[in-house]
């Protein structure tokens, strides 16, 4: 039996037959839902059945179903608790990914007089500011594209930046580290920055390649103390944990009043999703166990006591959305996998994801959400 977390209530979930991972002849053992993993509603529907993992070969076929009240999909049958990690095996999180050279090395005078008088005057990294002449003329060259990326760390600007603004003593807690990229960003612009990933692999090599702190334990269990974090990031983790609300409940508990939650998770309304169907990269079966809308991640983000403060879909991801998910139908029908999807349908599926978020919805492949505890 496995336990999952429904509000206050606790659920006893059978597990159903095995299935083997292609990559061993380890058993990987399923469990049935029979509610809602968010709202604990007992009426879903199948969404699409028949679902295979094109990204890591497990061996199976894959269910996902939709919530009749709060219309979340998830995976049913889902991997257990105790077999999740099994379906982890070749995932791209287990390679080593380096922050860029001339990020680490000192920052001389130029890359110090911009990025460090934009990061200080729009982002509160005080500790890196140049003069104050200097720092008001380097906001001036923030209007150049190139030269905005790259002051941001390549964390991006706009409605979906992964950059935040620099707090109190800057303690971050950044759940589902993965290759470690983004927690070594933030250790690198000044941030006390912690990691949290069930996946043992992935954390030991982060953990080894950037010398940060992470904990391979599930998060209520580290014994964090109440309003310990001034910002946590959970950048495509949500979609991976059986029991959202229990991990929510626990980031509001450890993070201060006042301080922010930054969630990125893959947009199941995205144009891309509704163009490929089963195909389309978001899925990932059977790793992401939950996929939301913009509506539901809004109602599970507040459902636990936080504010919401931004709340959008970004085109950022198309392409790679567009391509990865062309390459897995070609891959499920046999196709010349040689082809990929075209810059001129990459441009017009960008441009009708503004047009449309011009009209307040929210079709881009990644939805990306901030909330602050009251």
């Known amino acids: 039996m496995a336990t999952i977390f429904i509000g206050e209530d606790v659920f006893q979930l059978p597990v159903l037959s ?15 839902l029979d509610h809602c993993p968010v709202c604990g509603h007992k009426g879903f ?19 996902y179903v939709r919530c009749d009240n709060c219309q979340l999909v998830f995976l049913n049958p889902r991997p257990t608790a105790e077999d999740l990690a099994k379906c982890y095996v070749d995932y791209h999180t287990h390679q080593a990914e380096p922050l860029a050279k001339s990020f680490l090395e000192p920052w001389g005078n130029p890359n110090r007089w911009i990025r460090g008088g934009i990061l200080a005057k729009k982002y509160g990294y005080t500790h890196l500011a140049p003069s104050a002449f200097a720092t008001y003329a380097a906001c001036l060259l923030d209007i150049l594209p190139s030269i905005r990326q790259r002051a941001r760390c390549g964390l991006g600007s706009g409605a979906a930046s992964g950059l935040p603004h620099f707090t109190g003593n800057g303690r971050a807690l950044d759940i589902g580290t993965g290759s470690g990229i983004y927690a070594a960003t933030l250790k690198r612009l000044g941030w006390q920055i912690s990691g949290v990933d069930f996946d043992a692999q992935a954390a030991e090599v982060a953990a080894a390649c950037h010398n940060l702190t992470i904990y391979k334990e599930k998060l209520d269990s580290i014994g964090f103390t109440d309003s310990h974090f001034d910002f946590i990031s959970m950048f495509d983790v949500i979609e991976h944990l059986a029991a959202p609300l229990h991990d929510l409940r626990e980031c509001y508990r450890i993070i201060r009043p006042g301080g922010r939650i930054m969630i990125r998770t893959p947009n199941y309304d995205s144009l891309t999703r509704k163009k490929f169907g089963m ?33 959008a879909s970004s085109d950022k991801g198309t392409a790679f959305y567009m391509n990865s998910s062309q390459t897995f139908q070609q891959k499920a029908t046999n196709a010349d996998t040689a082809n990929t999807t075209g810059q001129v349908q990459i441009t017009l599926a960008k441009l009708r994801i503004q047009l449309l978020a011009a009209f307040g919805q929210k079709t881009g492949d990644v939805l990306h959400l901030e909330a602050i505890r009251p």
Do not use: T
């Not at 095995?18 to 049935?32: D, G, R, T």
């Not at 529907?45 to 497990?58: A, W």
């Open 279 to 311: 195909y389309w990269r978001g899925l990932e079966a059977p790793r992401h166990l939950c996929l939301f809308n913009a509506d539901n991640l809004k109602y599970v983000v507040e459902s636990v006591g936080f504010r919401v403060v931004k709340h």
């Open 45 to 63: 529907r199948v969404e699409y059945g028949n679902v295979k993992d094109y990204l890591c070969d497990v061996e199976g076929s894959f269910s």
């Open 18 to 32: 095995p299935l083997q991972s292609a990559e061993s002849v380890m058993p990987i053992n399923f469990e049935q």
